[in-house]
């Protein structure tokens, strides 16, 4: 699964690398399609859809299969292990 990560996300970057189950990436260094992206909670709305818009621009030009979009993940008041069950089961729901 390839995930793409803010850079103030270190800790959690760290984490999913030590598991060896992603390809991560710090957001704006890739130009590749991701499967998930991992924010905090203060990015605006604007700039969320501007990042859709190019993911879907990106994955028509590579011919990829866009129908499940990319998962959104608020790393806020979440832990590190609590991100990598997200990412495993591919779901954004109360986890308690």
């Given at each position: 699964?390839?995930?793409?990560?803010?850079?103030?996300?270190?800790?959690?970057?760290?984490?999913?690398?030590?598991?060896?189950?992603?390809?991560?990436?710090?957001?704006?260094?890739?130009?590749?399609?991701?499967?998930?992206?991992?924010?905090?909670?203060?990015?605006?709305?604007?700039?969320?859809?501007?990042m859709q818009n190019?993911?879907?621009?990106?994955?028509?030009?590579?011919?990829?299969?866009?129908?499940?979009?990319?998962?959104?993940?608020?790393?806020?008041?979440?832990t590190p292990k609590?991100?990598?069950?997200i990412l495993s089961?591919?779901?954004?729901?109360?986890?308690?």
């Open positions: 699964m390839i995930v793409s990560i803010e850079k103030s996300l270190y800790y959690v970057r760290q984490y999913l690398e030590n598991t060896g189950k992603y390809e991560i990436h710090d957001k704006g260094n890739y130009t590749g399609p991701i499967h998930a992206y991992i924010y905090e909670e203060d990015e605006s709305i604007s700039e969320f859809d501007a190019n993911l879907i621009n990106l994955a028509q030009q590579k011919h990829v299969d866009i129908r499940h979009g990319v998962l959104m993940i608020n790393a806020k008041n979440k609590e991100i990598d069950l089961e591919r779901l954004y729901r109360n986890i308690y």
